[in-house]
């Protein structure tokens, strides 16, 4: 496989159970009625959980990544939408019982990324390149040291300038995040003993997949990674438990994610104008 490829990011899907997908949220305002339509079309528990956030923003993200799973589990169990049964695992880790699918979701800012696999362990990490922290930077940098090997923060130090030390921070931390976001442990577990070695610099939409894994020092040979740096913007990473080939991301439309949704739950008036009366962010 190489370990550096180009890639167009508007390409067409895969007819494949393999894919990724990507929705754009800055640009999408949804009405009462959009919003009365989805909510109506995710699990009532999934649909209470995202009546809780404070934030158009966090809710429309989380969302989004819940008519990703949907669509893609419809799509390829053929399971109409609404017999869809999505669980949590015990760290909250979406699954699914009966197939050999695996799935995931991330979101940062704007986008939704979404990853399904069959047959391999899936983990997506997405991270807006940009530090939107209140502390300075210096600060952030001291706190969330103790998350990383010394190899790994002696690399996000060799930067000249603060903006490459952030980047070099968020390729790592994706790095991580698709890990354990793959593994299913989530954050609880001890990061610094999770160390990557990046053997190529990220370059502005290619894949870069020979960045290793070691675990308490042992190398992991089996897990892939297949980073990607789009536009500049965002780092997405996918982890994967058994060499495959990286697949292109697809945007979305509105309209492709919910065309074969079907609804679960009856008509909630007050739950869509309590999600209109929302602001957007904070
Ligand atoms: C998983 C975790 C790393 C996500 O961090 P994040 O960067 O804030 O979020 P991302 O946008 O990348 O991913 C969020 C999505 O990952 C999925 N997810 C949630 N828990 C997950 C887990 N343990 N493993 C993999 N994926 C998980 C969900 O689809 C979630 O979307 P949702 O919040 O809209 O449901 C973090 O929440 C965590 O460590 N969770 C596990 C520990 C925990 O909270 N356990 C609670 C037990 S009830």
Redesign the pocket.
Known sequence: MHSVLKTFVHSAMTSSNRVRWVFDCGNWFPSKNDWSKISRSIQPE?KE?IGRFVFKRDAK??II??LM?MKYLSQVTHIPWSKIKIK???????VIDGFDLNF?????ENLVVFAGEQNNTV????MRNRYKGGKSVNEFFRIMHRNFNSKEWQVINKGCTEEQKINAFYRFWCLK?SY???T?????VNLKNICFVPKSDLIKNYFVTNTQLFVDGQLLSDWVFHEYLYDNNYTVTVCLNKPVDPINFKFLTFEELTNSAEMITDVDELYCNSFMAKSDCP
Do not use: Y
């Open positions: 999934e959980r993200s989380s990544g819940q799973i949590r695992d015990q760290n909250n880790k979406p995931n979701v991330s979101h940062d983990g997506i990490d997405i995040e354990v976001k793959a299913g442990t989530g954050l609880t």
